[in-house]
């Protein structure tokens, strides 16, 4: 299934700067996979050992995976993925 | 010399600051009200801007969903709702600003382990109780933050954009 995922500024570079690619998959860890198959390097930059990373968030719709079946949330035909990294921080 | 060298030889002379924010007035004092408001705890937002133009423009409070006074996070909701809007707007975050409400407006570590906005300029003030104000009349300072390495930059307080040099489009827009 073709899902669009919205690349955030800093992963860009794994993209030829695109805002937004094609990626196929019936769930997350497929479409990143996916991903990772075309635009090799991108996938560290998202999970290690089977584990989004705390500082990215990942939308299918409009829905954070992490509310819906983490890295197994299923996507539909058409939908779009968004991965944002967190804007966090503080004073320690 | 290798190139590092001259890196570092610069980073040594801490008042030479390479980059620059121009800021509005207004902007400023917004920011500050906001982390004033929120204090003690961390308060936390951006400044919109079109994309390219490194001119911040549009002021836009967040929530601190952690409600902290040691750390913020936007909630991941306002998060993507935020960059939705930016994007049909063709804007960015050219601030991303937050409070540290009792140490100095420095970026911690956990700032910059989190910072993944390479182009945004990171604003931070302070309001601790002996915060000391600079130019801005306030404890408010701003860095680029890329790959771990934060550098601090001048920020350049105006009433408006319409004079100031801030990049290769000197011509505001009206829209």
Known sequence: MAVTVSVPTILRTHTDGEKSVEAKGSNVSEVIDDLESRHGGIKERLITDGKLHRFVNIYVDDEDIRFAGGLEAPVQESSTLTILPAVAGGMR | ?175
């Open chain 2, 1 to 175: 010399m290798t190139r590092r060298d001259r890196v570092c030889a610069r980073r040594a002379a801490p008042r030479i600051l390479l980059g620059v924010l121009v800021l509005r007035a207004d902007l400023v004092d917004e920011i500050v009200a906001h982390a004033r408001r929120d204090h003690p705890d961390e308060a936390c937002g951006v400044v919109a801007g079109p994309e390219g133009s490194d001119r911040p423009e549009r002021f836009v409070p967040m929530l601190n969903a952690a409600r902290s006074p040691t750390f913020y996070e936007f909630d991941s909701g306002d998060l993507l709702r935020l960059y939705r809007d930016m994007d049909s707007r063709d804007e960015v975050p050219v601030v991303i600003y937050h409070s540290h409400t009792a140490t100095a407006a420095y970026p911690s570590r956990t700032d910059i382990s989190y910072a993944s906005e390479p182009e945004a300029h990171y604003v931070l003030v302070s309001t601790r109780d002996d915060a000391e104000a600079n130019h801005t009349g306030h404890d408010l300072h701003s860095y680029r933050i890329v790959d771990g390495v934060v550098t601090e930059e001048e920020i350049q307080v105006v009433e408006s954009y319409m004079f100031a040099h801030t990049g290769s489009d000197d011509v505001p827009d009206h829209a």
